[in-house]
């Protein structure tokens, strides 16, 4: 029997990178699995490379949206029990280069758009469940041009344990999972040029171990986090970085 067996498991952001793997590995683990996205193409493709899957289109930006969510799951599900928060906004720029509405659409996808679908969520995740926020190392170190992408990765993760405290009494339990520098298709979203160049061969060489994560070793962790094993596992971060910020 899998680690996931019986389990409802909804992961946002899931048609690339750590969130599509890590569907493949929960549905490998027995659980029944649903995915959002933004885009529909993209949905339809993980939906046929993951096999059964239910599809949601959602941006996790959008905060009305975050309700729609729960009103679908509900009409099909008996109950959520757990809850991966995956979908994020990962632009890098310089102090210089932000605006206003750049930082409201970072904001939003990463910390704004995940408490709102926390609080949608609230009636339907069961006792006991595992909800578990995508945080970052970027949080703990002091890498040049992630200022408004650590700031709210701090946030996400300062929400784990903060609604750990509120909802524990419920029997929902809320952890952050931080990825250190990992091989996905979003490290090729932080641009090109000079600037950029540098800034990917010092997140390179941030890594103590030598080499970057892979999405393998960041859903395995996912897995953990979601099953029972981890009950004992309460309001904290557990961080998956190659020892970028303990080294």
Known sequence: MG????????????????????ARQFLDEG?????????????????????????????????????????????????LDV???????????????????????LMNTNLKGPFFLIQALLSLLASPSSVIVCGSVSARIGLPQTSVYAASKAGILSLARTLSGELHPRGIRVNGLSPGPTETPALGKLGNGPA????????????????????????????F??????AFVVGTDLLVDGGVANL
């Open 196 to 223: 950029t160049d540098a800034l990917r061969k010092s997140i390179q060489e941030l890594v103590p171990i030598g080499r970057l994560g892979t999405v393998l070793e960041l859903a395995k962790a996912a897995v």
């Open 83 to 105: 809850l991966y928060i995956n979908a994020g906004d990962v632009t890098h720029h310089p102090v210089e280069a932000w605006d206003e509405a750049a930082y409201d659409r």
């Open 3 to 22: 680690r996931l067996t019986n389990k409802y498991a909804l992961i946002t952001g899931a048609t690339s990178g750590i969130g599509l793997e890590t």
């Open 225 to 230: 986090l979601a099953s029972d094993e981890s």
């Open 31 to 79: 659980a029944t699995v649903a995915i959002t996205g933004r885009n529909e193409q993209a949905l339809l493709d993980a939906q046929k490379m993951l096999g059964d899957v239910l599809i949601i289109k959602s941006d996790a930006a959008n905060i009305a949206g975050q309700q729609q969510v729960a009103l679908e799951l509900a009409a099909v599900w008996p109950r």
